[in-house]
């Protein structure tokens, strides 16, 4: 894809951090952006900046955690928009410290929010994108925490070690389509 006028971008995350920059890059390219995170106010505050700057902006509150939130952030991207050509799987939270002293819901947010928030999106957005027969991209962010180790934050490095190994078999999967 080389041309972003007009095409639209989904973002989750949007609220703040790599989400909030994609966000206002894809805005700044022309794109219509549809910016989703569970922070409301966050999400308030870019979709009026963007508006502002004069880009088209749908704000939707989603927890990625839940498959369901995720289908209805794809149908209302196509309620809004029509189409979809730009997908960034990119919400992500972390915890730190020790591995032992973290609690089974501590591990179960980490990885229901970078892990499966990713794959939410991948099962609601990768029909569409396929569907449509067009370019169109899907990006998963995972960080350098996906391709190595470091101490206190195990449950964000394994959450982020499994969006790396899911994207690159995605990878492989369409390469046989």
């Known amino acids: 894809m080389q041309d972003f006028q007009s095409k639209v971008?989904?973002?989750?995350?949007?609220?703040?951090?790599?989400?909030?920059?994609?966000?206002r890059q894809c805005a700044a390219e022309g794109m219509r952006v549809v910016v989703a995170d569970v922070d409301e106010e966050g999400l308030e505050e870019?979709?009026?900046e963007l508006e502002k700057?004069?880009?088209e902006v749908c704000a939707l509150?989603?927890?990625?955690?839940?498959?369901?939130n995720v289908e209805a952030l794809a149908q209302a991207t196509l309620d809004a928009f029509g189409s979809v050509d730009l997908v960034f799987n990119n919400a992500g939270v972390l915890l730190s410290g020790f591995a032992w002293e973290r609690t089974d819901d501590d591990w179960r947010w980490v990885l229901d929010v970078n892990l499966f928030g990713v794959i939410n999106g991948v099962r609601s957005f990768m029909p569409i994108l396929l569907d449509q027969g067009g370019p169109a991209h899907m990006v998963n962010t995972a960080s350098v925490g996906g391709l190595m180790a470091?101490?206190?934050l195990s449950p964000y490095i394994v959450?982020?070690?499994?969006v790396v190994a899911l994207t690159e078999?995605?990878?492989?999967?369409l390469a046989t389509l």
């Open 159 to 162: 959450s982020k070690h499994a």
């Open 61 to 68: 509150p989603t927890d990625v955690r839940h498959a369901e």
């Open 46 to 48: 870019i979709r009026s």
């Open 169 to 173: 078999s995605i990878y492989h999967e």
């Open 53 to 55: 700057r004069g880009s």
């Open 150 to 152: 470091g101490p206190f």
């Open 9 to 23: 971008a989904v973002v989750t995350g949007a609220s703040s951090g790599i989400g909030r920059g994609l966000a």
